[in-house]
C-alpha cells in the first residue's frame, strides 16, 4: 500500500473530527433542559446560587467562547469533567469502553463466522431452497429494529425457558477481580468455578441482539460477492486442474471475493462500536452506549461530547484499517 495514500487518508481526519466537534457540541445544547437544574435534583436553587454554578462551570459564556475553550481542552488531551460525577471524562470513559468492546467484539465474531457461512452455502447452492432461505432470513434479519428483536428474544430465552439472564455482564454472586476489565478473560482466570460460564451466558443474547443485522449484511455481500468471483475464468481454470472443490472455493474464490466483503465487515464493526447504545440500555450493559444515554438524560454535556467524538474516532480508524488491508487480500491494489 503506497505511503502516498496512507498520508492522503490521514490529511481528510483533521476536517472530519473537527466536524465531529461542532456536531457534537451544539447538538447536545439543542435538548431542552438545564445541566445545573439536573446537577441540582429536586433542590430549589435561588438565581443567585444557578448564577455562580453557570459561572464555574463556564456556562455563563457565549457558545462561541464554550466551543473554543472545548478545543483547546481537546488539543492537550483533555475530555473535559463530568458535570453530574465530577470525574474526568477519559476515566470514566476507560472503566466502561472494555464492556462495550467485549460486546462489539462477540458480536462481529459471531456475525462474521456465520454471515462468511451462510453465504458462501448460498452462493455454491444459488436458486435453492438453501440459497432462497438463507437471503430470507438475511433480509428479515436486516430489516429487525433493534429494540423489538431484543425484546423478543428477553421473552423467549430468558422469561419463558431461563436460558440466558436479562441483564448485567456476570451474575452477582461471583466477585471477580476485573483487572483487564474484560469479564471474560477475567471470569477465565479467576478461581472461582462457573464464573466464565455466568459471563459466557450474560454475553451471548446481547451479542446475538448486536450481531444479527451485521450477519445479515455480511451475507448478503459474501453470497453476492462469491456469485461474481465463481463465474471468473481463473476459478474455472482451478477447476479444470483437478483442485478439490474446497481449495477452489476458500483459496482461489472466496479470497477474491473477500475484498468487498472487507470493506462491509470495516464498516460494520465501527458502527458495532459506536452504535450499541440501544443493545447496552436493553439488557442495562455497561458499556459506552448506555454511559453516553444516561449522559444525555442528564444533560452532561462532556460526556456527550466525549462519547460522539469517541465513537467517531473508532469508526474512523476502523475504516482506515481495512483500507490498509486490501493490499494483503488483492496485491492489484496495492500499486494503487
Request: net charge positive; aromatic share 8%; proline share 5%.
Amino acid at each position: 500500500m503506497p505511503f502516498k495514500f496512507l498520508l492522503g487518508r490521514l490529511a481528510t481526519l483533521l476536517p472530519t473530527l473537527l466536524g465531529v466537534t461542532l456536531v457534537a457540541f451544539f447538538l447536545i445544547r439543542l435538548v431542552p433542559g438545564d445541566p445545573i437544574e439536573v446537577m441540582m435534583g429536586e433542590r430549589g436553587l435561588d438565581p443567585a446560587t444557578h448564577a455562580a454554578l453557570a459561572k464555574q462551570l463556564g456556562l455563563d459564556r457565549p457558545l462561541a467562547a464554550q466551543y473554543l475553550s472545548y478545543v483547546a481542552q481537546l488539543a492537550q488531551g483533555d475530555l473535559g469533567q463530568s458535570l453530574i460525577s465530577h470525574e474526568p471524562v477519559a476515566t470514566e470513559f476507560a472503566q466502561r469502553f472494555p464492556a462495550t468492546l467485549e460486546l462489539a467484539g462477540a458480536a462481529l465474531l459471531l456475525a462474521v463466522a456465520l454471515g462468511l457461512s451462510l453465504g458462501v452455502l448460498a452462493s455454491l447452492r444459488r436458486g435453492s431452497l438453501l440459497d432462497q432461505g438463507v437471503m430470507g432470513l438475511a433480509t428479515v434479519g436486516y430489516s429487525m429494529p433493534v429494540f423489538w428483536w431484543g425484546l423478543i428474544l428477553i421473552m423467549a430465552f430468558s422469561v419463558n425457558l431461563g436460558w440466558t439472564p436479562i441483564s448485567g455482564r456476570i451474575a452477582i454472586e461471583y466477585e471477580v477481580e476485573r483487572l483487564s476489565g474484560f469479564m471474560l478473560w477475567d471470569s477465565w482466570r479467576s478461581s472461582e468455578e462457573g464464573a466464565f460460564l455466568s459471563a459466557l451466558r450474560h454475553l451471548a443474547l446481547p451479542a446475538l441482539v448486536l450481531g444479527t443485522s451485521t450477519m445479515a449484511v455480511i451475507a448478503r455481500m459474501t453470497r453476492s460477492s462469491m456469485l461474481e468471483v465463481l463465474r471468473e475464468d481463473y476459478v474455472r481454470a482451478a477447476r479444470a486442474k483437478g483442485l478439490s472443490p474446497a481449495r477452489v472455493v476458500i483459496v482461489h474464490a472466496l479470497r477474491n471475493a473477500l475484498v468487498p466483503v472487507l470493506t462491509v465487515i470495516g464498516m460494520q464493526a465501527g458502527s458495532l462500536l459506536a452504535g450499541a447504545v440501544l443493545t447496552e440500555t436493553i439488557f442495562s450493559w455497561p458499556g459506552i452506549g448506555k454511559w453516553l444515554i444516561d449522559a444525555i438524560a442528564r444533560r452532561d454535556y462532556p460526556v456527550v461530547q466525549a462519547g460522539i467524538l469517541i465513537s467517531a474516532c473508532t469508526f474512523i480508524a476502523v475504516n482506515l484499517v481495512v483500507d490498509l488491508l486490501y493490499g494483503l487480500l488483492n496485491p492489484r491494489l496495492r500499486s494503487r
